[in-house]
């Protein structure tokens, strides 16, 4: 069964960091590009950043949205299939819940992605 876990999510002060994780299970991930994605409610789905696989040529190009660049970081650990985002200076703004996805695209839609984890909490509050 293909599956993403995502966990590392959590209730944070204003000021902190997370790092997220997602782990793969059932396929190797090094090979598929992963991006994270965060809802609020009552939102859409928005994108976070992007972290490149083999199946798109050169592995690890990353790409951040203007919301988190500069203090976010994606990286990936192949042999623990599994791929972080850490995001500091965190805001009450930054409340939502966290999803990583993979997909042999690279692309920022979170319609192109194939396949999902569940989502982790992240609330930033004092």
């Known amino acids: 069964q293909l599956e993403l876990v995502e966990s590392g999510g959590g209730l944070v002060q204003p000021g902190g960091t997370l790092k997220l994780s997602c782990v793969a299970h059932g396929f190797n991930l090094a090979r598929y590009n992963v991006g994270w994605f965060r809802q609020a409610p009552g939102k859409e789905r928005i994108w976070l950043s992007y972290i490149t696989g083999s199946v798109s040529g050169p592995e690890g190009r990353t790409d951040y949205a203007d919301s988190v660049k500069g203090r976010s970081t994606i990286s990936r650990d192949a042999a623990k299939n599994t791929a972080y985002l850490e995001i500091s200076s965190l805001t009450p703004e930054d409340t939502a819940k966290y999803y990583c996805?993979?997909?042999?695209?690279?692309?920022?839609?979170?319609?192109?992605?194939?396949?999902w984890g569940r989502g982790t909490q992240v609330t930033v509050s004092s």
């Open positions: 996805a993979a997909d042999a695209t690279t692309t920022v839609n979170p319609s192109l992605y194939a396949y």
